[in-house]
């Protein structure tokens, strides 16, 4: 597709004659892609003419074996610096001491350090 901006419907209508091209590559007619998809022949007309819902596109992608070209039509989100920091939880800075003082056997004279 070009790069610039297009309107939904003219980008709809560019994807249902990709799909018909890829069908049509497959020497299948409407009525086998839509047995192999699960769908009917109406809905494999509508997806070539640019009117599908988003499932039955996906089912027809799948039939024509092109869902691994999913991730370059819409590529996986990245996680950002700040979501990554979040999700690897609080490294600890420096130990809290509540630890070492409860272990910690007082010192003969009642004081704190056993020194």
Not at 54 to 74: G, K, P
């Given at each position: 597709m070009k790069s610039t901006v297009q309107s939904p419907r003219t980008l709809a209508a560019e994807i249902g004659r990709r799909l018909r091209q890829v069908r049509l590559n497959a020497n299948l007619t409407q009525q086998e892609l839509a047995q192999q998809a699960g769908v009917s022949r109406n809905a494999v007309v509508g997806a070539e003419?640019?009117?599908?819902?988003?499932?039955?596109?996906?089912?027809?992608?799948?039939?024509?074996?092109?869902?691994?070209?999913?991730?370059?039509?819409?590529?996986?989100?990245?996680?950002?610096?700040?979501?990554?920091?979040?999700l690897q939880g609080k490294a600890r800075r420096r130990a809290s001491g509540a630890t070492r003082r409860s272990s910690v056997t007082s010192a003969p004279d009642g004081g704190d350090s056993p020194w």
């Open positions: 003419s640019g009117k599908v819902h988003l499932e039955t596109l996906l089912a027809l992608m799948a039939a024509l074996q092109l869902t691994a070209q999913l991730d370059a039509f819409l590529a996986p989100p990245e996680l950002s610096p700040l979501a990554l920091v979040r």
